[in-house]
């Protein structure tokens, strides 16, 4: 399971953060609910592409002694199962749907100018979601815009992206871009059983 890290601030100050186990370590398992400290359980590497860096990060494990199941700690200016940074993405979303820029425009602008105009077009599908306005809405006020996606980008940058990150994935288990369909809310497999037929 994923869980939000809950340091602030870059990428550089992030590989510093991490080096000790106990500075962020959970107090209790989110999967079991068992009052325990977690156990310090190594890293995984991740590839990661920001403004500034285009390489592998290290994201802290830990390990519930109850359940024996993992918690990662994932910073929060990666999204789960997308290499690029919110940073990127937010540059990319706001040039390409906000400025009207192509798609190969948008990518420059996010720092991403040799970027194949699918991934562009890939970001753009996931985020075109009603939702997104109605749940942000309990952040701040809708401001007027012509479209839904346009105020949603505006409510974005009011908030602060990885604010707005935060909000979504740790209180809702919301993906920022939305999860593919074959994944459930909570970033996992599921399988939706049919009703029982009435007695």
Same mark, same amino acid.
């Given at each position: 399971m994923q869980i939000l890290h809950p340091f602030v601030g870059s990428v550089r100050q992030y590989f510093n953060e991490i080096a000790d186990p106990d500075r962020y370590r959970p107090d209790h398992c989110p999967q079991c609910e068992a009052h325990q400290p977690l156990s310090a359980h190594g890293f995984y590497s991740r590839t990661l592409v920001d403004v500034a860096l285009d390489g592998v990060i290290r994201v802290r494990r830990y390990l519930c002694r109850c359940c024996r199941r993992t918690i990662?700690?994932?910073?929060? !200016?990666?999204?789960?199962? #997308?290499?690029?940074?919110? +940073?990127?993405?937010?540059? !990319?979303?706001?040039?390409? #749907?906000?400025?009207?820029? +192509?798609l190969n425009a948008a990518a420059v602008a996010a720092t991403l100018p040799h970027m194949p105009y699918q991934r562009g077009q890939f970001w753009v599908r996931r985020f075109r979601s009603e939702r997104l306005c109605a749940i942000l809405a309990a952040l701040i006020a809708a401001p007027s815009a012509p479209h839904f996606v346009a105020r949603a980008l505006l409510m974005l940058q009011s908030i602060g992206w990885v604010a707005a990150h935060r909000f979504l994935f740790a209180h809702l288990r919301l993906h920022l871009l939305g999860w593919p369909a074959f994944l459930a809310p909570d970033g996992r497999l599921a399988a939706l059983r049919p009703a029982a037929p009435p007695a």
């Open positions: 990662s700690l994932l910073p929060e !200016f990666a999204l789960p199962y #997308l290499r690029f940074s919110i +940073t990127v993405i937010a540059l !990319f979303l706001i040039a390409r #749907l906000l400025g009207g820029n +192509t």
